[in-house]
């Protein structure tokens, strides 16, 4: 079961995520047990050395853990968070798939595969996350 009736009402919720939206982060697709995000880079994405931010990877990595993690349980939260930077970034949009491992009672865990549009891996990340207990 969904948390989510549509994904115009993931969307509409996720709104008051500021700093993802802000900063590009959208949420293309909720997928049965995931989500799929991508973020279309800027120069506000780029570090000194002209290469995209690590945080940028990160935040699009916590967006897809949140519309997936939240699709199944609302209110999860990121408990705890592990990212492997494979390759720099060559093209010109980010896309962040997030896949459920394990649904427990408390918890879930999620593999996110970061890719750009060329077809290249360029991070990859586990997420630890802690469902809430909904009110009675």
Known sequence: MSEFHSLEEARAFFTQD???????IVLEELIPGGSVCSVELTDRHRNAEGGVMGGV????????????ASNAHRPTVAQQSSISFLNGVRGKKLT???VCRKDGRT???YNVDVTDELGRDIAQAVMTGFKIPKAP
């Open 18 to 24: 500021r700093f993802a939206t802000e900063n590009g």
């Open 107 to 109: 918890s879930c865990v």
């Open 57 to 68: 990877m990160m935040t699009l990595i916590d967006f897809a853990f949140a519309a997936a």
């Open 96 to 98: 962040a798939k997030a």
